[in-house]
């Protein structure tokens, strides 16, 4: 029943890893969001897609990949794992031409050593 | 570039207690103000405003829009230890919103 579902919720690795956090809607919404809170509760957003089109891309380093198959899921890869990467990733949704809230995912927490 | 501006940062009150958290915005294609709680997990949706001066309630929270100051209030009357927690606010310009840092209050017994 899980609107939007993210996995992993915990992630704990290396410097220098590549990881990955996987994103799914079942709301049927068109826009999908990354966002990224840091260590002092500020959510900046990182990437937009609509209908599997990027359409926002903030300044995030190339580390940062995202990947859309379809429009129900928004992955979320990043190389090379730094150590200020260290934060809670949030998925989120919005149906299309909707001014209204973001619906989100319970957040992946990820832990750089 | 789009800004919110969240205060205060932090806020420790008694139960009972009435507060007031405050929101400012500068955005482009400025649509809507939304309002999120944030417990441990993720943000949990309060309020939306689109229009001016029509405050919107739920329970003993409230809120309301100023369009002209570019700002919005969050009240929170008889407060609990239930309420305890990181207030969002964010502006919605063009299906993206933009959040401030949030407020973060605490109840005490």
């Known amino acids: 029943d899980t609107a939007v579902s993210q996995t992993p919720k915990y992630l704990v690795t290396q410097m220098g890893n590549d990881k990955s956090i996987k994103c799914e809607q079942n709301?049927?919404?068109?826009?999908m969001y990354w966002y990224k809170q840091d260590s002092k509760k500020f959510l900046k957003i990182m990437f937009s897609?609509?209908?599997?089109?990027?359409?926002i891309n903030e300044t995030v380093p190339n580390r940062f990949s995202p990947k859309s198959p379809d429009k129900a899921h928004l992955n979320l890869h990043i190389n090379s794992l730094e150590l200020g990467d260290s934060a809670v990733y949030f998925c989120?949704?919005?149906?299309?031409?909707?001014?209204?809230?973001?619906?989100f995912g319970e957040g992946s927490r990820l832990t750089v050593l | 570039e789009d800004k919110v501006v969240q205060s205060p940062l932090s806020l420790v009150v008694h139960e009972g207690d009435t507060v007031t958290l405050n929101c400012s915005y500068e955005?482009?294609?400025?649509?809507?103000l939304l309002w999120y709680k944030q417990e441990k997990k993720a943000p949990t949706f309060l309020f939306m405003l689109t229009s001016s001066g029509i405050e919107k309630k739920s329970g003993r929270l409230s809120s309301i829009l100023d369009k002209k100051e570019l700002s919005s209030i969050l009240n929170i009357t008889a407060t609990q230890t239930g309420d305890s927690a990181i207030y969002l606010c964010a502006a919605n310009a063009g299906n993206m919103l933009t959040f401030g840092g949030g407020t973060r209050l605490m109840v005490k017994p």
């Open positions: 955005v482009t294609n400025f649509r809507s």
């Open positions: 897609y609509n209908n599997k089109e990027l359409i």
């Open positions: 709301l049927g919404h068109d826009t």
């Open positions: 989120a949704s919005i149906p299309s031409g909707v001014t209204g809230e973001l619906f």
